[in-house]
């Protein structure tokens, strides 16, 4: 039988059981869960459509030609159209203009391609029609809707978009989804415009639009999509890094086995901590302080945060270094498409290319790395400053190789840097109009981490990337450490390997820096370097989880001369950090298997629990609240409720409904209210704090009157949680009597049995 034969047989046979798999998943989550998702699943697969002919020449020198970019893209260019029109005051932010603005795109795309396609004849030749693919797109498509699948069932085990900071992320997607124009209004801020990276969230509510889910399904539809879209984007960059550097069709088998560990290391792995206390002191029962508790891998080191894509993922926050991971993955593949595209001078020895400016400026990747700077900038800034220092080294050492003259090299350099930084700005521009820097002040660090503790969370990584930095030097037979050595060496690399090597040692730069510098913040004190820390180290994580991909498959399967055993433990221990996500799972969702324990992927059922809010009452008359005011609120209407701590129960309301109140989360607002890195608490959050105090306290008529007109307040909430704060923690008491004088109650539930106490809107005569 002919090979194609048996390839196409082998397609047919693994389309049916991912068919047939699916089906049986689907059989547990129930027809609710399943249509929701099915819709979100269309969405997702026509903005991929969408974007498709130009992805197909942007990644044309890839395998698959880039396909899982092409999906990346849609959300971002479909999503990006629509909040540059509704920033500007073109089109209103709604479902029709969203679709307008996919169908836009993909217009574009067909034109611009067949544009590139027509000036330059050869891309034509060299170009598959990806429409004769259409076998191999569908079992993508096949395989990433099993994943999807398969994390939809287990995320139903513990949906709830309750703890941490789901609170914050799920009410920006709320309030997003009822604003018309961007910015949208800060849901804990009344009359002020969210000062927060919040691009992220506006991306994710822009695709539960389109598919008309509603934010409660749409909040975890977005974490599965990350994850699902994190694990095939790593697959592919790896892949494809590894399939340059064979260029062996003999060796097909190499490339799949780095692109699955790439995968695995940025979903499910997590760093040796969780090695050491949360599988070997259980094994043998090793007596330590506390039991290992999933988070505990990011709070190792004290006073400091250093978590990982799988921990965010089990967690389940869609706070915006989650949401930037898609496309974080996306500009590392378009780095390496840049290197791809200037592989021949390269490659090619003493090959130096002439300094054509022209040639530099109208360099589309470039343009697009400058793009994709910009969205980082709205969506996690932190990421900005990272990935612009990630391409300025490659940027150096590729034109250190292809040009010939020391001034050449630094013009140009330069000239690519300048286009990064405009057109950054250039994208960001609607978002930074309205927007307030919060930190920008850089000091020294007041303490530093414990030797042992870095150790423990990073020797397995720089180890793996030292390694495999040491055998390429030996290949190359380096002798002495100056810049003729150095750049020999250089020579002696592929693309592929300077690449990776450049992620390693950027990675290793990362996890260092906080030991001598922070960003000034609110988390000052012994906290002062906390998000410093937590900010450059999961970027490290996530460029090191590259590097095991690419680095340990060559290492093993390209290198057998190199006899070390050393490659064999470093392969080990990273297959030991992939368990996390089963015992963080085990932790966080329960036992899987049992799939009566499933109970749905909606975001708010968690309201409908008992003994939520505390051990003896249930916040079922929140959620009746809740809902009233989402069928009968208009978008703009403002509510008043109790003001709480970060990470606190309180403003339940405004979180659940999207609808505005004068002060939310008071600590996170400090931060978000913080100007010129002031570490002083904002006097606007402590005015609003004490005016609501006054509201619901005060025996005042006419001052109560006043400040009601001056927040706009259409809406009081009176329930377990005010009557709990003013009459337990503050000790001074609602003035229902006067509250109730100066409105209607429009409704109330008491469907409590374990407290007497109602639950009731009082709207604003």
């Known amino acids: 039988m002919k090979k194609s034969n048996i390839k196409k047989i082998i397609n047919i046979v693994l389309i049916i059981l991912l068919a047939i798999s699916i089906l049986l998943l689907h059989l547990a989550i129930g027809a609710k869960d399943l249509i929701e998702f099915a819709k979100w699943y269309l969405v997702l697969f026509a903005m991929g459509l969408s974007f498709l002919p130009l992805n197909n020449l942007i990644f044309k020198k890839f395998h698959d030609r880039g396909y899982i970019f092409s999906k990346v893209f849609g959300i971002l260019f479909s999503g990006f159209l629509m909040w540059v029109l509704s920033s500007f005051k073109i089109m209103k932010f709604n479902v029709i203009n969203s679709y307008i603005c996919v169908i836009i795109v993909f217009i574009l795309s067909l034109l611009i391609s067949k544009l590139i396609i027509k000036k330059n004849p050869t ?8 429409y004769s693919k259409i076998l191999s797109i569908l079992r993508i498509e096949l395989i990433l809707f099993f994943i999807m699948s398969l994390a939809c069932y287990i995320k139903g085990f513990n949906s709830m978009a309750y703890g941490t900071e789901k609170y914050m992320d799920y009410g920006y997607m709320a309030t997003i989804d009822r604003t018309d124009y961007m910015p949208p209004q800060d849901m804990w801020f009344s009359g002020k415009k969210i000062n927060y990276y919040y691009f992220g969230q506006y991306i994710s509510t822009f695709i539960t639009k389109l598919s ?213 700005t250039i994208v960001s521009l609607p978002f930074s109009m309205s927007f307030d820097m919060i930190s920008s002040v850089i000091k020294p660090v007041e303490s530093r981490s414990l030797v042992y503790k870095l150790i423990v969370l990073w020797a397995l990584p720089i180890t793996t990337v030292l390694y495999f930095i040491y055998i390429t030097i030996k290949d190359c037979k380096f002798k002495k450490f100056n810049i003729e050595q150095i750049m020999k060496y250089i020579y002696s690399l592929n693309i592929s390997d300077i690449f990776s090597i450049i992620l390693g040692i950027c990675a290793i730069g990362l996890v260092l820096a906080p030991e001598f510098v922070y960003v000034v913040d609110i988390y000052n004190g012994d906290y002062h370097r906390a998000n410093t820390m937590f900010k450059l180290t999961y970027q490290a994580y996530m460029m090191f989880g590259l590097c095991f991909g690419y680095m340990l498959t060559v290492l093993i399967f390209l290198h057998k001369k190199e006899h070390s055993l050393l490659k064999y433990k470093l392969l080990f221990l990273f297959v030991l950090t992939i368990l996390y996500s089963y015992t963080a799972g085990k932790m966080w969702f329960g036992n899987v298997l049992e799939y009566k324990n499933y109970k749905t992927l909606d975001a708010m059922y968690f309201l409908l629990d008992n003994n939520y809010i505390d051990e003896n009452v249930t916040s079922i008359d929140d959620s009746a609240v809740i809902n009233w005011l989402n069928d009968h609120a208009s978008n703009d209407d403002v509510i008043l409720e109790c003001y709480g701590d970060s990470f606190s129960y309180e403003d339940r309301i405004s979180v659940f409904t999207g609808l505005a109140t004068p002060i939310g989360w008071y600590n996170h607002e400090w931060l978000w209210r913080s100007k010129n890195s002031s570490l002083d608490f904002p006097p606007e959050v402590q005015e609003r704090m004490s005016d609501v105090d006054i509201i619901y306290t005060s025996s005042d008529e006419e001052e109560v009157k006043n400040l009601i007109q001056k927040y706009n307040i259409k809406y009081i909430i009176i329930g377990y949680s005010e009557y709990n704060y003013y009459n337990n923690k503050k000790a001074s008491h609602l003035n229902e009597e006067l509250l109730k004088k100066l409105g209607t109650i429009v409704f109330s539930s008491n469907m409590n049995d374990n407290l007497n106490i109602e639950t009731y809107i009082i709207k604003i005569n």
């Open 123 to 130: 891309i034509k030749v060299n170009n598959e029609n990806i």
């Open 212 to 424: 008309g889910v509603g934010v409660n399904y749409g909040y975890n539809f977005m974490l599965i999509t990350l994850f699902s879209l994190t694990m095939f984007e790593c697959y592919t960059l790896v892949y494809n890094l590894l399939s340059t550097r064979i260029n062996n069709k003999k060796k097909k088998y190499i490339p799949v086995i780095g692109g699955i560990m790439a995968s695995l290391a940025n979903t499910l792995a997590a760093n040796m901590h969780y090695v050491i206390f949360g599988l070997i002191v259980p094994i043998f029962h090793i007596k330590v302080e506390n039991n290992f508790w999933f988070p505990d891998s990011t709070r190792y080191i004290e006073n400091t945060i250093h978590e990982f894509p799988s921990y965010s993922f089990i967690l389940g926050d869609l706070h915006a270094h989650v949401l930037n991971i898609i496309f974080v993955l996306l500009a590392i593949a378009l780095i390496f498409v840049y290197l791809l595209n200037n592989q021949k001078t390269i490659n090619t020895k003493n090959a130096y290319k002439a300094f054509n400016i022209k040639e530099i400026i109208f360099n589309p990747i470039i343009v697009l790395l400058g793009f994709m700077l910009g969205i980082f900038k709205m969506t996690n800034y932190w990421d900005f400053p990272i990935y612009f220092v990630v391409c300025f080294i490659v940027f150096l050492i590729s034109n250190m190789i292809m040009y010939k003259k020391i001034k050449d090299i630094i013009l140009t350099t330069l000239i690519q840097s300048i286009m990064l930084l405009t057109t950054s």
